[in-house]
């Protein structure tokens, strides 16, 4: 009981303690004229702990000269409390910024960040710090336009950037992230590493059309608007001496986060024409690979050819997917030597009318009935779906809500 009521006893003082600091900070910005409005919490946003977290809103219509004003106050009250874990963040109309007990930085932080906001390049910016960082530590960038001027406004502000923000890093290695939707994205601590991959992208861009471009140290990814061109973009980047490792997709290869795509390309070489018919396009991570196909007849023929190829043993496993990846009508998962007869087996079950899709793979199978399916009609079709999936593994039968009644696969 002793040591039961020690423990309340702390925790009520913690809980305590913390919601004197949280008064402190109403009391001084509640009426600030140029907050909006804040969101308090603890320092790591867990119960009975210490601290304080505050989510600071700025006015719409607060001037830049008034943000800086209210980081110099926020940045006061960080250090008149700075025995305790004070951790403040300003958030502006597309800026979002970072508060320190140091004045200068936080006061500089905010006028940075401004300047960033005013490039016409630039659509938002969040300046951002590790936990104990005395300065900002990272800088995130949406680009304003996505298209075909993008990468060299990317290059441009990571080379520029770093410069910018060199007073308020406190000597951190400053990281980088300058997207624009999915066409661009360089993401890493800043370096010359950027430069090569500028190098790389003006020399392939140049002569084949490229709408994509990922970077991060080490590793760039291309995406040509074709993969016709491969073969000419290869080259292009293999005659540029730089530390890069330098991939390509297209629309009809995708690439995993670490992904070459070169077994999914040989693979694809050995099909025939007719073999590929109705392919859409292939994601893979080099694990395994993923087939999106346009029609159930096309998936169990391109199955079966690749079923039989020495090359897809190169994976650990392929899939065949037909309609919306969130929502296939089927979908199927198999070791490479069983894709064939796996999608012909789940072919065969969804050729019934009264069947609106199929998903299975080793570990399970859900077949989905059209209507409104009584338990005992969802129930009858548990054999058939039983063979969809390894022995032992969960096999569902689903009505279109959801709802429905599984079973474990027998032979």
Do not use: Y
Not at 63 to 90: K, Q, Y
Not at 249 to 274: H, I, N
Not at 276 to 286: A, F
């Amino acid at each position: 009981m002793v040591v039961l009521l020690g423990v309340l006893t702390a925790a009520m003082l913690t809980a305590c303690s913390g919601s004197a600091l949280h008064g402190d900070f109403r009391a001084a910005f509640a009426g600030d004229e140029a907050v909006e409005d804040f969101e308090l919490s603890t320092a790591d946003n867990m119960p009975f702990t210490d601290g304080l977290s505050a989510e600071v809103r700025a006015r719409d219509t607060a001037s830049g000269d008034e943000l800086v004003a209210l980081a110099d106050r926020l940045s006061e009250f960080a250090r008149e409390h700075e025995a305790e874990d004070v951790r403040i963040r300003i958030e502006a109309a597309e800026l979002t910024v970072p508060v320190f007990a140091d004045a200068a930085i936080s006061a500089g932080a905010m006028a940075r960040g401004l300047d960033l906001g005013d490039d016409d390049r630039v659509d938002s910016v969040v300046l951002s710090a590790r936990t104990e960082a005395k300065g900002i530590t990272g800088v995130s960038i949406r680009l304003a336009e996505p298209g075909a001027g993008s990468p060299v406004a990317a290059f441009d502000l990571a080379r520029t950037t770093p410069v910018l923000l060199d007073d308020v890093t406190d000597g951190a290695n400053l990281h980088l992230t300058i997207a624009a939707e999915d066409q661009v994205r360089i993401d890493g601590n800043a370096g010359a590493w950027v430069d090569d991959v500028e190098q790389v992208w003006h020399a392939v861009s140049n002569e084949v059309p490229v709408t994509g471009l990922r970077a991060e140290p080490g590793r760039l990814k291309l995406t040509l608007a074709t993969e016709a061109d491969l073969g000419a973009a290869q080259a292009l980047s293999a005659a540029r001496a730089v530390d890069l490792v330098v991939v390509f997709e297209s629309p009809l290869v995708r690439l995993g986060a670490e992904a070459s795509g070169d077994s999914a390309r040989a693979l694809l070489a050995t099909l025939e024409a007719s073999q590929g018919t109705g392919l859409l396009s292939v994601w893979t991570d080099d694990e395994g690979a993923t087939f999106f196909v346009e029609s159930h007849r096309q998936a169990t023929s391109l199955a079966a050819a690749v079923s039989s190829r020495p090359e897809a043993e190169a994976f650990a496993t392929l899939s065949v997917t037909v309609g919306d990846p969130d929502a296939p009508s089927l979908s199927v998962t198999a070791v490479p030597s069983r894709l064939g007869d796996a999608v012909a087996l789940a072919g065969a079950v969804l050729a019934d009318p009264d069947v609106a899709s199929v998903v299975s793979s080793p570990r399970g199978a859900t077949v989905v009935l059209a209507g409104d399916a009584t338990d005992a009609e969802l129930e009858s079709r548990l054999s058939e779906v039983s063979g969809l999936a390894d022995e032992g593994a969960r096999v569902c039968t689903n009505r279109s809500d959801g709802t429905g009644v599984c079973a474990t696969a027998t032979p």
